[in-house]
């Protein structure tokens, strides 16, 4: 081979060998979704778990799977802006006691997908989504755990297939709902009141926390510290907060890959009248429904009451109050619920 050929050959190899290397390295699979890299997930403290994942609208969606494959099933749906890593210390506790404990991670959360379209973000979108997960593991008589956005996903889901699941457990979430004109004018009145707020620093949210003002600077944030979010109510004196801050960063290794965590808090009220449809079915359910709210959460303080009110399911139950806990009360209190979700499923005729 004349020596300009070979040097064309050897050109050309490197050249593929360098974009097929680039290739395997890309985090963005598809034009505007990302994945982050598994080495990200690696040695995150208290979390052994295996990974497990199901495709859901074109999208990989990752899921804890642990505890007995025939065991009942306990489904732990997180919220904003967390993922399956909240529910570490509530695993375990779970699994030992021989339930099967599914802990997914939402769509643009986590170590599933994350497209980077806020619009690919709906309400309804993540309840489809979730739905689809159930029904691939054709998961049956599901005791449901739901925290923040969690609620509003987990309690449409149920209110869609109520057939699947035999008992609630709520913490720090609710679902706003709406009939009529206050449907329609509810959520751009609420994006209008966004626009009114403008734009909220990290410091400004801390002096006045609120749902509101939590929008608001979720909606305006160039990059969401998403670790420092979800470490809000743990010890600067606690040694391992660093490494948590760090864990809860791990999905995300730049703005890019957060989409899901900027605008989930904005669509709160953006279905209200479907919520509504949810809570007429809400509103007939006799299985067990257990609240588990905390005392220091501004997001969600009284949100347990029109649970215990409305559903019939809940009117049987010794409600609970976790004394000491913010909004992410599983990451402080996490073995307490477990032990509280033990208590509720041992009950009688569950």
């Known amino acids: 081979m004349p020596a300009c050929h070979r040097l064309l050959s ?19 699979i598809e034009p505007g979704i990302f994945r982050t890299p598994d080495a990200r997930f690696a040695d995150l403290p208290d979390y052994p778990f295996q990974p497990n994942y199901v495709m859901v609208d074109g999208l990989r969606m990752h899921y804890v799977d642990e505890g007995p494959r025939d065991g ?7 919220g904003e802006p967390s993922w399956s890593y909240l529910y570490r210390h509530m695993i375990p506790v779970l699994a030992q006691e021989g339930y099967r404990v599914v802990a997914p991670d939402l769509i643009g ?84 009141s966004l626009w009114w707020q403008g734009k909220v620093s990290w410091e400004e949210l801390q002096a006045e926390p609120g749902f509101l003002r939590w929008a608001a600077y979720s909606r305006s944030v160039d990059d969401m510290p998403v670790g420092q979010v979800v470490a ?24 890019e ?37 905390s005392d220091g959460d501004p997001i969600t303080a009284g949100g347990d009451l029109e649970f215990q009110q409305r559903i019939p399911g809940a009117a049987r139950q010794n409600h609970t109050i976790i004394e000491g806990a913010g909004h992410f009360l599983q990451e402080t209190h996490g073995e307490e619920l477990a032990r509280l979700m033990l208590e509720f499923m041992a009950q009688p005729g569950y």
């Open 10 to 28: 050897t050109l050309l190899l490197a050249c593929s060998t360098t974009f097929i290397a680039a290739e395997a390295l890309s985090d963005e």
């Open 72 to 78: 009942q099933v306990v489904l732990l749906l997180h």
């Open 109 to 192: 959360f986590g170590r599933s997908d994350k497209p980077a379209d806020t619009g690919a973000h709906t309400h309804s979108g993540h309840v489809a989504q979730i739905s689809q997960l159930l029904q691939t593991l054709d998961l049956q008589r599901v005791t449901l755990f739901i925290q923040d956005w969690g609620g509003l996903i987990g309690l449409r889901v149920l209110a869609d297939m109520p057939e699947r699941f035999v008992g609630v457990v709520a913490a720090n979430t609710g679902l706003p709902a709406a009939e009529g004109i206050q449907a329609l004018i509810g959520y751009p009145m609420f994006r209008l």
């Open 232 to 255: 809000v109510d743990i010890s600067e004196d606690d040694p391992a907060r660093d490494a948590i801050i760090r864990a809860y960063d791990a999905p995300f290794p730049s703005a």
């Open 257 to 293: 890959y957060k989409a899901g965590p900027a605008i989930m808090p904005s669509l709160v009220p953006s279905e209200l009248a479907l919520n509504a449809a949810a809570w007429r079915v809400l509103e007939q359910w006799q299985n067990p429904f257990l609240t588990t709210f």
